[in-house]
């Protein structure tokens, strides 16, 4: 017997608590806003790029809206403020 971690086979799909990180996620947010040809993002397709749920992005979005970052254009779409 070991203190060891045993490492398990992870079923596919499988990712780690990093790899869902509300940090991770902002990080990756803020990179697609970055990019963006205006400004200007549309939440059902970050939702798709990052493979989160709109809950997370909500998140993130309150946070960035709270501290004046970026505002609401419509339902779903922010924009850098």
Do not use: M
């Given at each position: 017997?070991?203190?060891?971690?045993?490492t398990?086979?992870?079923?596919?799909?499988?990712?780690?608590?990093?790899?869902?990180?509300?940090?991770?996620l902002?990080?990756?947010?803020?990179?697609?806003?970055?990019?963006?040809?205006?400004?200007?993002?549309?939440?059902?397709?970050?939702?798709?790029?990052?493979?989160?749920?709109?809950?997370?992005?909500?998140?993130?979005?309150?946070?960035?809206?709270?501290?004046?970052?970026?505002?609401?254009?419509?339902?779903?779409?922010?924009?850098?403020?």
């Amino acid at each position: 017997w070991s203190w060891k971690t045993v490492t398990r086979p992870r079923p596919p799909g499988w990712r780690s608590r990093f790899d869902t990180s509300l940090g991770l996620l902002t990080r990756k947010f803020a990179e697609l806003l970055r990019c963006s040809a205006d400004g200007v993002l549309d939440l059902n397709v970050v939702c798709r790029e990052l493979g989160a749920s709109k809950r997370r992005i909500y998140d993130i979005t309150n946070v960035l809206e709270g501290i004046q970052l970026i505002k609401k254009k419509s339902k779903n779409h922010i924009q850098w403020w």
